[in-house]
């Protein structure tokens, strides 16, 4: 059973063996976490190719040596040669790298779960390793139950619970709060986009005093 952590990337090198398809995409993901990304592939794709072209990677177009992982904080493999891949594999475990290698968990120290992203909220899905379909699956059901307006839900709890904290109030009335704030339908308001009955609705749970501005 894995354990399943959020690693905090954000000016941190991310390497990433092989330059195909499946590689883009995992370099896209961990440009969106701000990642600073090298790909080390000979013969890369197009949308990888147009990444390095606009400056958003560095790239070496040629096989991988192990000195490619030197101040790499996550690596990845994802390349159609197994050698390879368990190379890159036990290179990164000798240097206790965190290691996925891509549809192969017993190569791997860190399996990568399928998410769903609304602004700060990231929800994760993942099967061990052992079935993406089903993760891929689940992910698009996910899509459809959790809509954008998720992301301004993480804005306006985060403030609150700031606010609730400066009031002094303790930790079980601050979850008991926002949870009967959640379940009574603020979902539906923020979805609604129209701040008015937003703040009746808030100052009707916190009270007419609370400091919402």
């Known amino acids: ?96 790298l965190p290691v996925n290698v891509v549809d192969r968990p017993a190569l791997c120290t860190v399996t990568v779960p399928a998410t769903v992203s609304r602004g700060d909220l990231k929800l994760a899905i993942a099967t061990e390793g052992r079935c993406p379909a089903l993760s891929s699956i689940l992910r698009e059901e996910m899509e459809g139950r959790y809509g954008d307006e998720y992301g301004p839900l993480v804005d306006l709890f985060a403030d609150l619970r700031l606010k609730m904290i400066g009031l002094r109030w303790d930790g079980r009335k601050i979850r008991a709060t926002l949870k009967q704030i959640y379940h009574d339908g603020v979902m539906d308001l923020l979805a609604a986009a129209d701040p008015n009955p937003l703040e009746t609705f808030l100052l009707a749970h916190l009270g007419e005093s609370f400091p919402l501005h």
């Open 1 to 96: 059973m894995g354990y399943i952590v959020n690693l905090v990337l954000d000016g941190r090198l991310a390497v990433v063996v092989g330059g195909g398809e499946v590689a883009s995409r995992k370099v896209e993901d961990l440009l969106a976490a701000n990642a600073r990304v090298t790909v080390i592939a000979p013969e890369p794709c197009e949308a990888v190719t147009a990444l390095a072209d606009r400056g958003r990677i560095r790239a070496h177009w040629r096989p991988y040596q192990p000195g490619d992982l030197d101040d790499a904080a996550i690596v990845i493999a994802s390349t159609d040669d197994e050698t390879v891949n368990a190379q890159v594999s036990r290179d990164a475990v000798e240097r206790h």
